[in-house]
């Protein structure tokens, strides 16, 4: 009777051997993101707040125009003392 050997001698030998690694995957497909239209007022509503909150509340070039136009003898007639004076009644509904 001949006995065949079934496998190695020492039994820790063949735990010690590593299988070898698979090399990852590769998906075909790309990831990607998808954002909601109620995401994308959101972040325009946030965007233009940020841009409101940067602007700085004295704007010079209208301040500038303005004392050019006083400056200007020319400028206050009737016609723009009447237009403020009615401005200022619409403003205080008189």
Known sequence: MT???LGPVDPVQRYSQTDKTKAPQRKS???SVAFSDEAKAKAEIFRVSEQVK???DVRLDRIEEVRRK???PN???NKVVESVAEQIMDMFDL
């Open 70 to 72: 006083l400056e200007d």
């Open 3 to 5: 006995i065949e050997r």
């Open 75 to 77: 400028y206050i007639d």
């Open 54 to 56: 940067a602007t700085p």
């Open 29 to 31: 497909e790309s990831d």
